[in-house]
T-cell receptor, first 111, second 116 residues
């Protein structure tokens, strides 16, 4: 089976940096996803990590440590529009068709 | 491309009624999935399909049926609605083996279902 843990809520200040952590347990690792979901909307894909290390995409970066079962999403130069839930997810060992999502971290950006 | 579309956007059912939630995608994706999202529970997989004619159960399949007669469409049927099925339902698709990054899922806008 698969298990994912994320903090439920976080608050950060506009212009600052915030790190959202995710720990996971899976029987066969097949990568890790991060999705963003604004209130009342559908999730949208942010990143995919399958190798250890940091992947940078503009203001967003995602880090993975497979040996520790740990990932984080780093958001820099926070903007008010970054207020959203951030979902960590892992596919099962058989492939990408079965994905387990964490409960998500609700980030509030304050002025 | 419209991407992933879902109808209806909102629905209210009485206990025991049946209905079908529609999902369609125009990206020629092989993989399609249905999720439900409840407060504090995250997205949970109901059923998924890896191609036309092939479906399988996810984490919470009871009370739901699916079929996949075409690549484009993946309807979700509620057989006899119960209050526990009040939720937001999302359909998603990904390319699978048909090209493009198989891992990225595209989600529809969701159907908000209330069962009274």
């Amino acid at each position: 089976g698969q298990n994912i843990d994320q903090p439920t809520e976080m608050t950060a200040t506009e212009g600052a940096i915030v790190q959202i952590n995710c720990t996971y347990q899976t029987s066969g690792f097949n990568g890790l996803f991060w999705y963003q979901q604004h209130a009342g909307e559908a999730p949208t894909f942010l990143s995919y990590n399958v190798l250890d290390g940091l992947e940078e995409k503009g203001r967003f970066s995602s880090f993975l440590s497979r040996s520790k079962g740990y990932s984080y999403l780093l958001l820099k130069e926070l903007q008010m529009k970054d207020s959203a839930s951030y979902l960590c997810a892992v596919p099962n060992s058989g492939g990408y068709q079965k994905v387990t999502f964490g409960t998500g971290t609700k980030l509030q950006v304050i002025p | 491309n419209a991407g992933v579309t879902q109808t209806p956007k909102f629905q209210v059912l009485k206990t025991g009624q049946s209905m079908t939630l529609q999902c369609a995608q125009d990206m020629n994706h092989e993989y399609m999935s249905w999720y439900r999202q409840d407060p504090g529970m995250g997205l949970r997989l109901i059923h998924y399909s890896v191609g036309a004619g092939i479906t399988d159960q996810g984490e919470v399949p009871n009370g739901y049926n699916v079929s996949r007669s075409t690549t484009e469409d993946f309807p979700l049927r509620l057989l006899s609605a119960a209050p526990s099925q009040t939720s937001v339902y999302f359909c998603a698709s990904s390319s699978g083996t048909s090209g493009g990054p198989a891992y990225e899922q595209y989600f529809g806008p969701g159907t908000r279902l209330t069962v009274t």
